[in-house]
C-alpha cells in the first residue's frame, strides 16, 4: 500500500513539472478540430530559467498586439521573449526552430534572430540587420532562409542565409514577388529587365519570370518580360509547377494568372485558382460582419483548417475555420498565424 501511495505521488509531482513551462489551455486545439482558446489566459515568456521538458509540440504561431510571437500547442501557449517589436517570422520545415525579424525601436535597424523551441533560447544573428529587412522564408525543406530587403514591389533584392553556419550563399535583386521551390533547391522570382527608354514605373524595368539555384546561383529565364507585361511568380507547387502573375505596364487589362508546368514546358491561363490559394473562396466562409476588416489567413498543413485575422481599427484579432464544418472559433488577439509545416516527433 505504501508503494503504491508513493507511486500516485511520483506520478502527480511530474505531471506538474511537466506543466510548469507554459500556460495551460482550457480546450484541446489539433489541427483536425477547430480551434477554441481561453482568452483570459495569460501565456508565459519562455526563458532559460523553465524546465525544458517539452510536453508537447507547438503547432501553431501568431504575432500579439504588442509585436511579440506566440507559440501554441494543444496544452499551451507561450511568448518567445525578443527586445523588441517582430516584423515577419517563418517556421523552420522540422518546426523545431523559428526565424524572426526583430526591430528593436520603431524605424530603427531589424535584425534576424532564431528562437531554438527544444532549447528555449533565442540567437542574435547581428550580421544579417538592415532598417529595410522585411521578410523572412524558411525553406520548405533544408537550412536556407530567405531573407527579403525593400518596401516597394519593385527594385527590391533577397539574400539566401545557411542556418547555423549563417554563411552568405547568394544575393539577387527581383522584382514584385519572391517564392520559394518546395524542396528548398530554388527560388521562383521577378528578374529584373532593363527597358530603354525607361518604364513609368518605380525603377523603370520590367519583370520576366525566373528561377534562379541555392547550390551555384545559376538562373533560367521562364517566361520573358518586355515594354508592355510584367510577370512574376505567386506559388511554387509541389508538382514542378509554377502559378505566376502577368501585369500591363499601363494598366490597360486586368492582372491575369497562368500556370506554368516546367516537367513539360506548358502553360495555360487560369480562370480560378485552386482553393488553398482561392481567397475569394475563403472570405465567403467568413461572417459578414468580419468580412470588412479580413486582412489574410494561412491553411493547416492538412489544409483542413484556416486561420485568419482581422483588423479592427488597429487592434487585431485571430480567428480558425474549419474549412468542412463551417465552424469558426476566436483564437486571440493577434495576427499572421502561420502553422508549423510539420509537427516535430517528441523523440527528436
Same mark, same amino acid.
Given at each position: 500500500?505504501?508503494?503504491?501511495?508513493?507511486? $500516485?505521488?511520483?506520478?502527480?509531482?511530474?505531471?506538474?513539472?511537466?506543466?510548469?513551462? /507554459?500556460?495551460?489551455?482550457?480546450?484541446?486545439?489539433?489541427?483536425?478540430?477547430?480551434?477554441?482558446?481561453?482568452?483570459?489566459?495569460?501565456?508565459?515568456?519562455?526563458?532559460?530559467?523553465?524546465?525544458?521538458?517539452?510536453?508537447?509540440?507547438?503547432?501553431?504561431?501568431?504575432?500579439?498586439?504588442?509585436?511579440?510571437? $506566440?507559440?501554441?500547442?494543444?496544452? /499551451?501557449?507561450?511568448?518567445?521573449?525578443?527586445?523588441?517589436?517582430?516584423?515577419?517570422?517563418? %517556421?523552420?520545415?522540422?518546426?523545431?526552430?523559428?526565424?524572426?525579424?526583430?526591430?528593436?525601436?520603431?524605424?530603427?535597424?531589424?535584425?534576424?534572430?532564431?528562437?531554438?523551441?527544444?532549447?528555449?533560447?533565442?540567437?542574435?544573428?547581428?550580421?544579417?540587420?538592415?532598417?529595410?529587412?522585411?521578410?523572412?522564408? %524558411?525553406?520548405?525543406?533544408?537550412?536556407?532562409?530567405?531573407?527579403?530587403?525593400?518596401?516597394?514591389?519593385?527594385?527590391?533584392?533577397?539574400?539566401?542565409?545557411?542556418?547555423?553556419?549563417?554563411?552568405?550563399?547568394?544575393?539577387?535583386? @527581383?522584382?514584385?514577388?519572391? /517564392? %520559394?521551390?518546395?524542396?528548398?533547391?530554388?527560388?521562383?522570382?521577378?528578374?529584373?529587365?532593363?527597358?530603354?527608354?525607361?518604364?513609368?514605373?518605380?525603377?523603370?524595368?520590367?519583370?520576366?519570370?525566373?528561377?534562379?539555384?541555392?547550390?551555384?546561383?545559376?538562373?533560367?529565364?521562364?517566361?520573358?518580360?518586355?515594354?508592355?507585361?510584367?510577370?512574376?511568380?505567386?506559388?511554387?507547387?509541389?508538382?514542378?509547377?509554377?502559378?505566376?502573375?502577368?501585369?500591363? $505596364?499601363?494598366?490597360?487589362?486586368?492582372?491575369?494568372?497562368?500556370?506554368?508546368?516546367?516537367?513539360?514546358?506548358?502553360?495555360?491561363?487560369?480562370?480560378?485558382?485552386? @482553393?488553398?490559394?482561392?481567397?475569394?473562396?475563403?472570405?465567403?466562409?467568413?461572417?459578414?460582419?468580419?468580412?470588412? /476588416?479580413? $486582412?489574410? @489567413?494561412?491553411?493547416?498543413?492538412?489544409?483542413?483548417?484556416?486561420?485568419?485575422?482581422?483588423?479592427?481599427?488597429?487592434?487585431?484579432?485571430?480567428?480558425?475555420?474549419?474549412?468542412?464544418?463551417?465552424?469558426?472559433?476566436?483564437?486571440?488577439?493577434?495576427?499572421?498565424?502561420?502553422?508549423?509545416?510539420?509537427?516535430?516527433?517528441?523523440?527528436?
Amino acid at each position: 500500500m505504501r508503494f503504491a501511495r508513493l507511486l $500516485v505521488l511520483t506520478s502527480i509531482v511530474i505531471m506538474v513539472i511537466i506543466l510548469a513551462g /507554459c500556460s495551460k489551455v482550457s480546450s484541446e486545439i489539433s489541427l483536425n478540430n477547430t480551434v477554441e482558446v481561453n482568452k483570459n489566459i495569460e501565456p508565459k515568456e519562455a526563458g532559460p530559467h523553465q524546465p525544458v521538458l517539452q510536453k508537447e509540440p507547438y503547432h501553431f504561431a501568431y504575432i500579439n498586439n504588442e509585436g511579440r510571437v $506566440v507559440l501554441l500547442s494543444s496544452a /499551451c501557449k507561450q511568448i518567445i521573449p525578443t527586445e523588441g517589436k517582430v516584423i515577419d517570422f517563418s %517556421w523552420s520545415s522540422t518546426g523545431e526552430r523559428i526565424a524572426l525579424i526583430v526591430e528593436k525601436e520603431k524605424g530603427s535597424t531589424r535584425e534576424l534572430a532564431v528562437y531554438h523551441i527544444r532549447k528555449e533560447k533565442l540567437e542574435r544573428v547581428p550580421q544579417y540587420s538592415d532598417p529595410f529587412l522585411s521578410n523572412v522564408m %524558411w525553406a520548405p525543406r533544408g537550412p536556407y532562409i530567405l531573407l527579403d530587403f525593400g518596401t516597394a514591389g519593385a527594385g527590391r533584392s533577397f539574400t539566401v542565409v545557411k542556418a547555423g553556419l549563417w554563411d552568405k550563399v547568394l544575393t539577387q535583386d @527581383y522584382s514584385y514577388q519572391v /517564392c %520559394w521551390a518546395p524542396d528548398g533547391e530554388y527560388v521562383a522570382y521577378g528578374f529584373p529587365v532593363e527597358i530603354n527608354p525607361p518604364l513609368p514605373l518605380e525603377d523603370g524595368n520590367s519583370s520576366s519570370l525566373a528561377i534562379i539555384s541555392v547550390k551555384d546561383s545559376t538562373y533560367k529565364i521562364l517566361v520573358e518580360g518586355n515594354a508592355r507585361f510584367l510577370y512574376f511568380p505567386k506559388w511554387w507547387l509541389s508538382n514542378n509547377t509554377i502559378i505566376y502573375q502577368k501585369l500591363t $505596364v499601363d494598366g490597360s487589362e486586368e492582372p491575369s494568372l497562368f500556370q506554368l508546368d516546367m516537367t513539360n514546358d506548358t502553360q495555360m491561363s487560369l480562370d480560378e485558382l485552386p @482553393y488553398p490559394y482561392n481567397r475569394k473562396l475563403v472570405i465567403n466562409k467568413v461572417p459578414r460582419n468580419l468580412v470588412e /476588416c479580413f $486582412v489574410d @489567413y494561412s491553411w493547416s498543413p492538412d489544409q483542413k483548417d484556416i486561420a485568419f485575422w482581422v483588423n479592427k481599427g488597429g487592434h487585431y484579432q485571430i480567428y480558425s475555420l474549419n474549412w468542412e464544418t463551417g465552424q469558426i472559433s476566436f483564437l486571440d488577439n493577434g495576427f499572421l498565424g502561420k502553422w508549423v509545416p510539420r509537427v516535430p516527433s517528441s523523440k527528436n
